[in-house]
């Protein structure tokens, strides 16, 4: 059974750091892409940076230069290291992978930027 699970949110004042990780379990993480979603109220759930099995990257416009995302695949462990934070980047984040034709979810960790 595939198991998502995100640690690392919280309340942080703009222009602060936090580091989100996401520890996978029930798949062959090494070869799996995977990726960082976030969903604020109101608004479509979109992507924030995904990491390939070969250390590809790609970052959505509005972090790049500030988040960076790497794996640790001894761990099975995917983080987002996000830097500079912004009131819009408050939101809830979910990790995301894709394994057996089918799509995972972790359940989310809220991060919350404000003053």
């Known amino acids: 059974q595939v198991h998502l699970v995100e640690s690392g949110g919280g309340l942080v004042q703009p222009g602060g750091s936090l580091r989100l990780s996401c520890a996978a379990s029930?798949?062959?993480?090494?070869?799996?892409?995977m990726d960082w979603y976030r969903e604020a109220p109101g608004e479509q759930r979109e992507l924030v940076a995904a990491?390939?099995?070969?250390?590809?990257?790609i970052f959505a416009d509005s972090v790049k230069g500030r988040f960076t995302i790497s794996r640790d695949n001894a761990k099975k462990t995917v983080y987002l290291q996000m830097n500079s934070l912004e009131p819009e980047d408050t939101a809830v984040y979910y990790c995301?992978?894709?394994?057996?034709?089918?799509?995972?979810w972790g359940q989310g960790t809220q991060v919350t930027v404000s003053s």
């Open positions: 990491i390939g099995s070969g250390g590809g990257l």
């Open positions: 029930g798949i062959a993480f090494s070869i799996r892409d």
């Open positions: 995301h992978t894709r394994a057996y034709g089918l799509e995972y």
